[in-house]
Structure formats: structure tokens, C-alpha cells
């Protein structure tokens, strides 16, 4: 059983910068492909980066590349979610999550393992 607890999240100003963290306990953090996913009120949630076992492979939603960076260190069991120029629209509450996959993988239903969400809200 993996447990998975997000931080980091906030209040910040259009155009700001905040890191999100989420930190891996309970399994073999290494063997999971690990993404992050947010939620906006009244909307689903929606994926936003993944990023491969070793790192070498990651993906990102559309209107966030170029401005979040996901990475992962496997001795310290964390996941990372750098967003920069933050706006508006990316409000929502964030959520890492983590999926027994071989391949990086961008659909809600192939993560197993979810924590409980940071809330972000970027004011304009």
C-alpha cells in the first residue's frame, strides 16, 4: 500500500511560482510511474504531468508546457511539480498520484494510488 501526501500548495499572484511536493511511503517508489493531476471547482479532474520511472520520459498537459516542471528523486521517495507563470486557470486542487506501470501513462483510471490534494489558487 502506497500513502501519498501532497505540499506545497497556496495563495500566489498571476505570474508567480509555487513547488509542489509529494512524499512516497509504504512501497517501492522507484517502480511507479508518478503523475500529477488537478481539480477545479465544478470541473473533473484532469491530468497535468507524469513522468517515468527514472525520469527520463515526462509528459504534460498542453497549456502547462513550458511553465510546470515534474521530476522525482527515488532516494528521497518525492515527486515535484515546479509551476512558473502561473495564472488564473491553473486554480484547482493538485494531486499526485502514482500508477504500477510500465510505460508513463496520462489516464485517470491507470493511477492506483492518489493522495488527499493541495489546494493552489492563483489570483489575477
Known amino acids: 500500500q502506497v500513502q501519498l501526501v501532497e505540499s506545497g500548495g497556496g495563495l500566489v499572484q498571476a505570474g508567480g511560482s509555487l513547488r509542489l511536493s509529494c512524499a512516497a511511503s509504504?512501497?517501492?517508489?522507484?517502480?511507479?510511474?508518478m503523475g500529477w493531476f488537478r481539480q477545479a471547482p465544478g470541473k473533473e479532474r484532469e491530468f497535468v504531468a507524469a513522468i517515468s520511472w527514472s525520469g527520463s520520459r515526462t509528459w504534460y498537459l498542453d497549456s502547462v508546457k513550458g511553465r510546470f516542471t515534474i521530476c522525482r528523486d527515488n532516494v528521497k521517495n518525492t515527486l515535484y511539480l515546479q509551476m512558473n507563470s502561473l495564472k488564473p486557470e491553473d486554480t484547482a486542487v493538485y494531486y499526485c498520484a502514482a500508477a504500477p506501470a510500465v510505460e508513463v501513462v496520462t489516464r485517470l483510471s491507470e493511477y492506483e494510488y492518489w493522495g488527499q490534494g493541495t489546494q493552489v489558487t492563483v489570483s489575477s
Open positions: 509504504g512501497g517501492t517508489f522507484s517502480r511507479f510511474v
